[in-house]
């Protein structure tokens, strides 16, 4: 027996309690941001293609891309290995840490919020109620714009349907 195999099957194992630990995060990220159905097929089929592409380089690398039952057997038995001993452990961890990153997120979205409050007070101060006044001052124009649009669009109407008549008569003699 060579190094190789062993070293293949060490790899392996520690392939599949990767994908154990791997897929444990993506359960705790899946249930903290509760998606949709759709969204919940994608993400799944994404961790899935990640971890298949994953497994294919490694059993390049490893095992000039021979597929060996034993391989398959190690790396089921690392992921089986996580799942019984760490993944109770880890689950409660990566819970807690999403909680508390989700409490520090919303105290950091507070805190800009009311520094941007205080940034912008001469903003919301002036420029607002300039913008107010500039609105009430051209709101006559922009009426005039309005019943000008609308007098030329029938003046258009006209302009067409005439054109349209004097096309048809000129049309209508050639035929004639």
Known sequence: MSVAQPLGAFIFTFLGFCFGFFFDLYRVLR???TPGQLLTAATDLLF????????YIVLL???LGEVRV???LCLALGA???FYWLSPILLSAWALVFHRLALFLAWL???IEAIMGVLLWPYHALVLPLCSLLHWLLKPFVLLRNWLLRVLKGWAVRLRMALQRLLNKFFNQDKE
């Open 70 to 72: 034993f391989l398959l």
């Open 61 to 63: 690398r490893v095992n």
């Open 48 to 55: 899935w293609f990640t971890y298949t592409i994953w497994v």
């Open 80 to 82: 089986g290995a996580y």
């Open 31 to 33: 249930r903290a941001s």
């Open 109 to 111: 979205s507070r805190v």
